[in-house]
């Protein structure tokens, strides 16, 4: 089993940069996936990006431009780097995992208010 537990959001100002985290416990597949979805309310889930266990991104649709996923601590926590945050930015970012099946945190919300 895997557990992931997510930190890093908040209430941002436009323009503004925030980072969140993503710790996964438990033993992981070598050939691991970690990432990051996105829902807004009243919207579906949106890919945000994910990074494979050897280190190669990929990201949704105009994702790329202003958010950065990366891993640290020997790849068992990934960052998600957002800059020049927008109000459409606004919800809650969920981390997943793939590790021989899908695995899911709870999210962390990220609001950018004007």
């Known amino acids: 089993q895997v557990q992931l537990v997510e930190s890093g959001g908040g209430s941002v100002q436009p323009g503004e940069s925030l980072t969140l985290s993503c710790e996964a416990s438990?033993?992981?597949?070598?050939?691991?996936?970690m990432g990051w979805y996105r829902q807004a309310p009243g919207k579906e889930r949106e890919f945000v990006g994910h990074?494979?266990?050897?280190?190669?991104?990929n990201y949704g649709d105009s994702m790329q431009d202003r958010f950065t996923v990366s891993r640290v601590n020997a790849g068992n926590t990934i960052l998600l780097r957002m800059t020049n945050l927008k109000p459409e930015d606004t919800a809650n970012y969920i981390c997943?995992?793939?590790?021989?099946?899908?695995?899911w945190g709870r999210g962390t919300q990220v609001t950018v208010w004007s």
């Open positions: 997943y995992c793939y590790s021989l099946k899908n695995y």
């Open positions: 438990g033993r992981l597949f070598d050939r691991n996936i």
């Open positions: 990074i494979t266990a050897r280190g190669t991104t």
